[in-house]
């Protein structure tokens, strides 16, 4: 079995790195690429400098990313000012997500079958085990197909086009990157847990407890520094966990786990745009500072049209691209206006069936 994991694996690799080589040819893109990459090439590189900068070093960059300005200095140092080591760091990255995925979604199946329940009761007769583990080969080995076409529509989807060709769009593939990482560590730790074994062995096995959580929250905290999109990850954690059998899981300490590695963003994302003469509120998109603007305010008011609005725009957006990971067309480089509407009750009905689909399970 391990075996068919590897070539599977080694399949997603190939795949992934082949259907991008023709972005290995292209240039650097006059939107952001450029500006970018000739601000990396003219600063001095200090770590202190990309986690809070000064007013002279702000850099002009309003995101405060400083994981995806790491990425630059590193390519700047190996490629100079060659585009093609730029993209071939994307489409790596891309590829390594690939795998990542194929991972996530095994476990994740796993966790929503019976093979997690069966593994809970293993006896310490060896024949018991071996039966066990002969009935639920055949599970497994289906969780491990599904999982691969899974991360083979992950790699192939047109969506990911952008983040790959595009060197600047770097920040969503590490994003992506720390998050699976996040999520494969946490699955991890919950498996561990799961599993009740009859040994000596229960020190080792709270350390790798320990290590995973750790890795996990820190795969959040870099995840962070390379786009704040994955902000509420503790709050996905929690609605999965939410959603398992288990009742004895611990769900309110899942923000105590993630909270010190959020924190630690906040503030030196806050020390940082305070050093660099830009506000917090400024550091936000357009459209970010006009949904949090009541709250920030504190605008008692506005507060019921706030949630309001924010549950529009978030359902919206969901019913947004799952249409979009169905059928993709047409494809655009930036999106300025949908139908709220229409999306909005495409993703309030797909979300709610999921979400019973998922609690059956």
Not at 339 to 353: P, R, W
Request: charged letters at 15%; one cysteine or more; glycine letters at 4%.
């Amino acid at each position: 079995m391990k075996l068919k994991v590897i070539y599977k694996i080694l399949i997603l690799l190939i795949i992934s790195l082949g259907i991008y080589y023709n972005s290995l040819y292209g240039d650097f893109f006059n939107i952001d690429d450029t500006a970018t990459f000739e601000m990396v090439k003219s600063n001095s590189f200090r770590i202190k400098d990309l986690f809070i900068p000064s007013q002279d070093e702000i850099f002009g960059y309003v995101y405060y990313r400083p994981f995806f300005i790491f990425s630059f200095y590193g390519d700047y140092l190996f490629w100079g000012d060659e585009p093609f080591g730029y993209h071939l760091h994307n489409i790596i990255v891309h590829a390594i997500n690939t795998i990542f995925s194929y991972l996530f979604f095994l476990l994740l199946i796993e966790s929503y079958t019976t093979i997690n329940n069966e593994y809970r009761v293993l006896s310490i007769d060896e024949e018991t085990q071996n039966s066990t583990l002969n009935q639920v080969q055949g599970k497994t080995q289906n969780s491990s197909n599904l999982a691969f076409f899974a991360a083979l529509l992950f790699s192939l989807h047109p969506l990911q086009t952008e983040a790959v060709n595009w060197i600047s769009a770097r920040s969503d593939l590490y994003a992506t990157f720390f998050l699976l990482l996040a999520s494969l560590s946490y699955l991890l730790n919950s498996k561990i847990s799961n599993t009740l074994t009859i040994s000596n062995n229960d020190r080792r096995k709270d350390l790798r407890k320990t290590l995973f959580l750790l890795l996990s929250g820190f795969s959040y905290l870099l995840s962070l520094f390379s786009k704040e999109n994955t902000l509420f990850f503790p709050l996905i954690v929690w609605g999965f966990e939410k959603m398992k059998s288990d009742k004895d899981n611990p769900h309110k300490d899942i923000f105590i786990y993630f909270s010190p590695f959020l924190l630690i963003y906040l503030f030196l994302r806050y020390s940082s745009l305070r050093s660099g003469g830009v506000s917090f509120v400024a550091s936000f998109s357009v459209l970010q500072r006009h949904l949090f603007q009541p709250l920030i305010q504190l605008d008692i008011h506005s507060v019921s049209l706030y949630i309001l609005n924010i549950s529009i725009h978030l359902l919206s957006s969901l019913g947004f691209y799952y249409k979009k990971l169905i059928y993709p067309f047409p494809l655009n480089f930036a999106i300025y206006k949908i139908d709220e509407e229409f999306y909005g009750v495409i993703g309030c009905l797909i979300t709610v069936a999921l979400t019973f689909s998922l609690r059956k399970k």
